[in-house]
């Protein structure tokens, strides 16, 4: 018998007057996965992580955290911990008092309690620094015994809100690894809030993409870069140039397609069921489009073209080139290969450029 999830929610609604924040989205997270909800700002997810912690009552559904329903469980009851954006730690106490203070509050004795926070201070990498103020710490060190403070107190689930967000760059690129260590360390089960799709892909065992109080999609990293299931996903999860087409030909899932500027493209249907005379989203991965400065090179390839350098964004290996297509005058964004033949482009140099038809993945096109 497989092992009961440690966090399940079905059908779980929470509407504001006439606004419905969350609609009846349903999903299961098994024991010691990262499972993170990604979505743009007001999708809803803010939501949905208060109603598992508890500070939210939902307005439909059910909530079960291994298996028990969570409904009428207030906060301080549930076996959930939280981490937020800005931490919420205690400037006055000192860093073994901070991740000590869940422990207070339960009544455990004092002698367990500074076993208790040494030992997760160690396993968090901070072990010996339990008598030193919290602000002697760097903003990662913090992270960290945010993340102890609630370890400590051994919760079944571990909600995180956003808790990169104030951090800077490159921080925040260093704690993105911290954090799936962290998790793998514990084998806890988090679930992790974020807008920034490179958070969710780096980090995650699984991704739900949220929009407008719904989940589009739930999969891997993979599953959402390579296969999105809509447009949606398309757009948000990874870069894509984007375009409008009308289908002319449809058959066996492949279809022809001719863009409003007039250009034939050869694509693939995403599951839609699209037939002759839809309107369809397109999107390309920059990845997936050849550069070359001879045009037989890519002539093969079924969707090809030419134009001239715009510009070059030079970033190491994730290099881009930004190139304005000569048939519709339109910009696209190509990852720029790493090797000789492409280190000396300049803006307005021609070149030519082409994709495989199972890189076009079309949608329908919404209505509006």
Same mark, same amino acid.
Request: aromatic share 6%; charged share 25%; hydrophobic share 40%.
């Given at each position: 018998m497989p092992d009961t999830a440690d966090l399940e929610c079905r059908a779980i609604s929470k509407s504001f007057d006439d606004f419905q924040a969350v609609k009846e989205v349903s999903f299961d997270v098994p024991p010691g996965t990262f499972f993170s909800i990604l979505?743009? =700002?007001?999708?809803?997810?803010?939501?949905? @992580?208060?109603?598992?912690?508890?500070?939210? %009552?939902?307005? *439909?559904?059910? !909530?079960?955290?291994?298996?028990?329903?969570?409904?009428?469980?207030?906060?301080?009851?549930?076996?959930? =911990?939280?981490?937020?954006?800005?931490?919420? @730690?205690?400037?006055?106490?000192?860093?073994? %008092?901070?991740? *000590?203070?869940? !422990?207070?509050?339960?009544?455990?004795?004092?002698?367990?309690?500074?076993?208790?926070?040494?030992?997760?201070?160690?396993?968090?990498?901070?072990?010996?620094?339990?008598?030193?103020?919290?602000d002697s710490l760097s903003g990662g060190q913090k992270q960290r015994v945010a993340i102890a403070r609630c370890m400590v107190l051994e919760p079944d689930v571990?909600?995180?809100?956003?808790?990169?967000?104030?951090?800077?760059?490159?921080?925040?690129?260093?704690?993105?690894?911290?954090l799936k260590k962290l998790q793998s360390e514990f084998n806890t089960t988090f679930v992790y809030i974020t807008h920034d799709q490179s958070e969710a892909l780096v980090m995650s065992d699984q991704i739900a993409v949220m929009n407008h109080g719904v989940f589009e999609q739930v999969g891997t990293a993979r599953d959402l870069y390579y296969h999105p299931s809509t447009a949606f996903v398309a757009g948000f999860v990874g870069e894509a140039n984007k375009y409008q087409a009308k289908v002319q030909v449809a058959g066996a899932g492949s279809l022809q397609l001719l863009t409003r500027d007039g250009v034939a493209l050869q694509g693939v249907d995403a599951g839609e069921g699209l037939k002759e005379g839809d309107m369809t989203q397109v999107f390309v991965r920059p990845e997936a489009v050849r550069l070359s400065r001879r045009q037989e090179d890519v002539g093969n390839l079924g969707n090809t073209g030419n134009g001239t350098v715009e510009s070059v964004l030079f970033n190491g290996a994730n290099s881009q080139l930004i190139l304005r297509d000569s048939a519709t005058g339109s910009e696209m964004s190509v990852a720029l290969p790493q090797t000789?033949?492409?280190?000396?482009?300049?803006?307005?140099?021609?070149?030519?450029?082409?994709?495989e038809p199972d890189q076009t993945r079309c949608y329908r096109q919404a209505a509006g």
């Open positions: 979505g743009p =700002s007001g999708c809803g997810k803010t939501t949905l @992580l208060r109603m598992i912690a508890g500070f939210q %009552a939902p307005s *439909g559904g059910d !909530l079960l955290i291994k298996g028990k329903s969570m409904l009428n469980v207030p906060p301080n009851k549930r076996p959930v =911990s939280m981490v937020f954006q800005h931490l919420a @730690l205690f400037p006055m106490m000192s860093i073994g %008092a901070n991740v *000590g203070f869940g !422990l207070r509050q339960r009544g455990v004795n004092k002698v367990d309690i500074k076993k208790q926070v040494e030992r997760v201070l160690e396993r968090v990498g901070l072990g010996g620094v339990a008598d030193r103020p919290v571990l909600l995180l809100d956003e808790p990169l967000g104030a951090l800077d760059l490159k921080l925040r690129e260093h704690m993105k690894i911290e000789s033949e492409f280190r000396d482009l300049s803006k307005g140099d021609p070149i030519f450029f082409g994709w």
